[in-house]
């Protein structure tokens, strides 16, 4: 079975500029997330998708960075204009439903904004 | 609100030495779940384990064994026997019932020296 697949894996764009990451998920996985991890942290979660609507957008800086899932398969992360705090790893994961399944993580896309 | 705390930052062993990781956890509801992840230098999160509060029992799996004691909320992962592939951040997370995302500790970087 093929995992959570992201790209690209790494991305260094200046301050300002935008970025944009994508993700799919393992095949019949309703719940799509994506994950910020600044280094040395766990990751935190920016916004969580079931099928192709939001479920929980709260901590996600909606000034500059946005989340889609068209279809209720991959999803993009955008974010415009990026600044020099956003530097991390961005990480998406899937699982078969919202509560109690265990995630399934992607290797990330490790961004560095300079 | 929930908290998950993961008070060793970096822990070095040598090699076949038993080490155990420290998980204490925060949260109000009587119904929550408990997970392991580790991350290895590849950077991919990669689930171990998840547990629910209602199954106190010890869980061991080969080299792996955690202690779920609800009486001092830990959750507590120990590695038998450490091997140089073990070594990686490992990361206690922490997950309530409805839609509240999962919340992760800092996690625990594990050095195993040869």
């Known amino acids: 079975e093929a995992g959570v697949a992201q790209s690209p894996r790494y991305k260094i764009i200046e301050k300002r500029q935008s970025v944009a990451f994508w993700c799919n998920p393992i095949?019949?996985?309703?719940?799509l997330y994506w994950y910020q991890q600044i280094l040395g942290q766990g990751p935190k979660l920016l916004i969580q998708?079931?099928?192709?609507?939001?479920?929980?957008d709260s901590q996600l800086p909606k000034d500059r960075f946005s989340a889609e899932r068209l279809k209720g398969v991959d999803s993009t992360l955008k974010i415009q204009p990026a600044k020099l705090e956003d530097s991390a790893v961005y990480l998406c994961?899937?699982?078969?439903?919202?509560?109690?399944?265990?995630?399934?993580f992607g290797p990330g896309t490790r961004l560095t904004v300079t | 609100a929930q908290k998950v705390t993961q008070a060793q930052t970096e822990i070095s062993v040598v090699e076949k030495e038993d080490v155990t990781l420290d998980c204490v956890y925060e949260?109000?509801?009587?119904?929550?779940?408990l997970f392991w992840y580790k991350q290895p230098p590849s950077g991919e999160l990669v689930f171990l384990i998840r547990?629910?509060?209602?199954?106190?029992q010890n869980e061991i799996s080969g080299r792996y064994s955690w202690n779920f004691q609800k009486s001092t909320s830990s959750f507590n992962f120990t590695i038998t026997a450490s091997q140089v592939v073990d070594s990686a951040v490992y990361f206690c997370?922490?997950?309530?019932?409805?839609?509240?995302?999962?919340?992760f500790g800092k996690g625990t970087r594990l050095s195993v020296i040869a």
């Open positions: 949260t109000r509801d009587t119904t929550y779940y």
């Open positions: 994961a899937s699982s078969l439903g919202l509560v109690a399944y265990e995630q399934y």
């Open positions: 998708f079931q099928n192709n609507g939001v479920v929980d």
């Open positions: 095949s019949g996985h309703a719940t």
């Open positions: 997370a922490l997950s309530e019932p409805g839609n509240t995302p999962l919340v």
């Open positions: 547990r629910n509060s209602f199954d106190e």
